[in-house]
């Protein structure tokens, strides 16, 4: 192995190589400004390292053929953090995700992912107070959970496709408010 510099047009490579690849350590930086580095197996990102896109966004952490695997976390410049699990470049596993923009900003989930999306177990805390403890299916609150409002009502129950179900409203002192039933909200 040794170390060398390799212009290509999408950009310069500086770092070693083997077979005529990068293997090893090595550098990329692309002709659009974003730049690699961190270890390479075969030519592509393998191991640990780091990719930083023009614009700010970055990712520190596993890498495998080319993609983000493994633990890492993922930042950009409006606030937006992710922290935890990555499989074939997407959110799976443990992790940590904070809203940097939108309608969501300050939002933060802590919890289980499946391919981008929430899945599992997990805690969505609302930047206004709410909060949401339970089950989680594509994205959606699905299964049983407990949703806290910032006035300390809940409702505690089954969830499902992101609604109430099955369960129980209750208002700050645990006096029953409401039920539901197949969906249905029945006031008390």
């Known amino acids: 192995m040794g170390e060398i510099t390799i212009d290509w047009e999408e950009g310069t490579y500086t770092g070693e190589v083997s077979n005529n ?3 090893g350590q090595g550098t990329y930086t692309y002709a659009d400004g974003s730049k690699y580095v961190g270890e390479y197996k075969d030519g592509l ?3 640990q390292g780091t990719y930083t896109f023009p614009d700010g966004i970055k990712y520190v952490g596993e890498w495998k053929d080319d993609k983000y695997h493994g633990q890492g976390t993922y930042t950009s410049p409006d606030g937006m953090k992710y922290v935890g699990e990555w499989k074939d470049g997407k959110y ?10 939108g309608p969501h900003l300050g939002d933060i989930y802590v ?11 997990g805690t969505y805390t609302f930047a206004d107070g709410e909060k949401y403890v339970g089950e989680w299916k594509d994205g959606k609150q699905n299964g049983q959970g407990t949703y806290t409002y910032p006035d300390g009502s809940t409702y505690v129950g089954e969830w499902k496709e992101h609604y109430e179900w099955e369960g129980t409203e209750y208002d700050k002192d645990g006096k029953v408010t409401a039920t539901w039933s197949d969906g249905v909200m029945t006031e008390k």
């Open 92 to 101: 799976h596993g443990q992790g940590t995700y904070i809203f940097g923009s």
């Open 45 to 47: 990102p393998n191991g």
């Open 21 to 23: 690849v990068p293997n």
């Open 111 to 121: 919890g289980e992912w499946k391919d981008n999306k929430k899945h599992g177990q």
